[in-house]
């Protein structure tokens, strides 16, 4: 199961899911940049659509992978990230 939280305000959106880990190894794609969030490697993209830019960053921790994505830079995701409790 996947707990997920919608923050908006009039302009911009952030989705933040908490689930269960998942068996897939991110650093072997290539859609996704490695970034450093604490202690932790998650992995960073963005794609276009509707003419906005979305970002998503993958957080995989030991029991649990968190994902967010929304109208955020790289810099403000991975600040967010780093207030995750990513054990």
């Known amino acids: 199961h996947a707990i997920t939280l919608r923050y908006a305000d009039d302009e911009?959106?952030?989705?933040?899911?908490?689930?269960?880990?998942i068996d897939y190894d991110y650093g072997e794609s290539d859609r996704y940049e490695a970034v450093t969030v604490?202690?932790?490697?998650?992995?960073?993209?963005?794609f276009e659509y509707n003419e906005?830019?979305?970002?998503?960053?993958?957080?995989?921790?030991?029991?649990?992978?968190?994902?967010?994505?929304?109208?955020?830079?790289?810099?403000?995701s991975v600040d967010v990230a780093e207030s995750l409790a990513c054990e």
């Open 12 to 21: 911009d959106s952030l989705h933040v899911s908490k689930r269960p880990a």
């Open 38 to 46: 604490g202690n932790h490697t998650a992995y960073y993209t963005e």
């Open 52 to 76: 906005t830019t979305t970002s998503v960053l993958v957080l995989p921790c030991a029991d649990t992978t968190y994902s967010l994505f929304g109208d955020l830079s790289r810099e403000e």
